[in-house]
T-cell receptor, first 117, second 112 residues
Framework: DTAVSQTPKYLVTQMGNDKSIKCEQNLGHDTMYWYKQDSKKFLKIMFSYNNKELIINETVPNRFSPKSPDKAHLNLHINSLELGDSAVYFC????????????????FGNGTRLTVT | AQRVTQPEKLLSVFKGAPVELKCNYSYSGSPELFWYVQYSRQRLQLLLRHISRESIKGFTADLNKGETSFHLKKPFAQEEDSAMYYCAVGVNSGGSNYKLTFGKGTLLTVNP
């Protein structure tokens, strides 16, 4: 029972192509995220969605377009891929806290290793 | 804006030795602090959360608000502890605007 699942696990493609990564969570969480882990293992948030609504967009190039058809899914589409897009992309989910209560911890997927040649 | 500093990029210890992974944060409000672990080519997994005040796999971490630190400690390191460890601060900026900001990670190697 994978709680947060991403597909594909590996993605090798050429510069200029358009590709998508899919993410699904079965935890009943209302918030989903995309993080990018670069070659130096640095993790940086890209987007977050809450109940299909974009909440966080961290100065990511507009070639990256997230789409959330429902609160259990958050897909990432990337246009005109560049060499610098090569990284591991992690999807995550959490449940937003209410009032003064804390958010639940983030649960991460296994990652998608994108290689642009 | 919140910031997390992990001063050691690499840390190498021998099996059975104590280990401490340092983490300092900067945030003006009341943050949540976490330690996540990533074993080789695997997903990030939650290790500890400051509000839980529990010990997981022998690791503990205490939030020190005076020093703005959340160092991760284990008295006797095991080879299977070898992994990348990330300290993170969780901040809710209002409504559902919540995000985790990660430090750059510390790669722990436990030698036999």
């Amino acid at each position: 029972d994978t709680a947060v699942s991403q597909t594909p696990k590996y993605l090798v493609t050429q510069m200029g192509n358009d590709k998508s990564i899919k993410c699904e969570q079965n935890l009943g969480h209302d918030t989903m995220y995309w993080y990018k882990q670069d070659s130096k293992k640095f993790l940086k948030i890209m987007f977050s969605y809450n109940n299909k609504e974009l909440i966080i967009n961290e100065t990511v190039p507009n070639r990256f377009s997230p789409k959330s058809p429902d609160k259990a899914h958050l897909n990432l589409h990337i246009n005109s891929l560049e060499l610098g897009d090569s990284a591991v992309y992690f999807c995550a989910s959490s449940q937003a806290g209410q009032g003064i209560s804390y958010n639940s911890p983030l649960h991460f997927g296994n990652g998608t290793r994108l290689t642009v040649t | 804006a919140q910031r997390v500093t992990q001063p050691e990029k690499l840390l190498s210890v021998f099996k059975g030795a104590p280990v401490e992974l340092k983490c300092n944060y900067s945030y003006s409000g009341s943050p949540e602090l976490f330690w996540y672990v990533q074993y080789s080519r695997q997903r990030l997994q939650l290790l500890l959360r400051h509000i839980s005040r529990e010990s997981i796999k022998g690791f503990t971490a205490d939030l020190n608000k005076g020093e703005t630190s959340f160092h991760l400690k284990k008295p006797f390191a095991q080879e299977e502890d070898s992994a990348m460890y990330y300290c993170a601060v969780g901040v809710n900026s209002g409504g559902s605007n919540y995000k985790l900001t990660f430090g750059k990670g510390t790669l722990l190697t436990v030698n036999p």
